[in-house]
């Protein structure tokens, strides 16, 4: 099992708040990344102190992204023993991904209701940017665009 002081050799550059978003959901949006990639297997225990000093920031916004990680199971706190990334069965990546789906939509919905013109705007760009990058086929500009489309 890799360790996760060996990803400290990475060290990530401190996390601000930006865009609206704030650390905690940066830091729960890299850990994802993380965990979807491999990163960090399933099994691995996520420590606060070594994720705290990786990203340079406090363990409250390291507390309260393993809490947002636990609550979309993509990890898994068991009592006197810490948070650990979640085994990926069949099962819960079908109710995370109907969960996710929910969410997602009634988000939409809102954000659809209670955006501005310019906020409009922005959106259309991205989306036709978007489509351009699907079209050239770069995937690397794609996840760049698509991050900055949900965090319109």
Not at 16 to 42: R, Y
């Amino acid at each position: 099992m890799i360790e996760l002081t060996q990803s400290l050799a990475m060290q990530s550059a401190p996390l601000e708040p930006s865009d609206g978003v704030g650390i905690a959901q940066q830091l729960c949006q890299t850990l994802e990344d993380d965990i979807v990639t491999g990163k960090l297997p399933p099994g691995q225990r996520l420590e606060e102190p070594l994720l705290a000093k990786r990203f340079g920031v406090s363990r409250t916004p390291v507390r309260e992204a393993l809490q947002l990680l636990t609550a979309s199971e993509l990890a898994e706190k068991i009592p006197n023993k810490g948070v650990y990334v979640s085994l990926a069965t069949p099962e819960r990546l079908t109710a995370m991904f109907e969960s996710m789906a929910e969410l997602e939509g009634m988000c939409g919905r809102l954000a659809a209701k209670r955006m501005t013109s310019g906020e409009r705007h922005n959106l259309d760009k991205l989306h036709h940017e978007l489509a351009e990058t699907v079209r050239l086929g770069d995937s690397d500009g794609y996840e760049t665009l698509n991050r900055a489309f949900h965090n319109t």
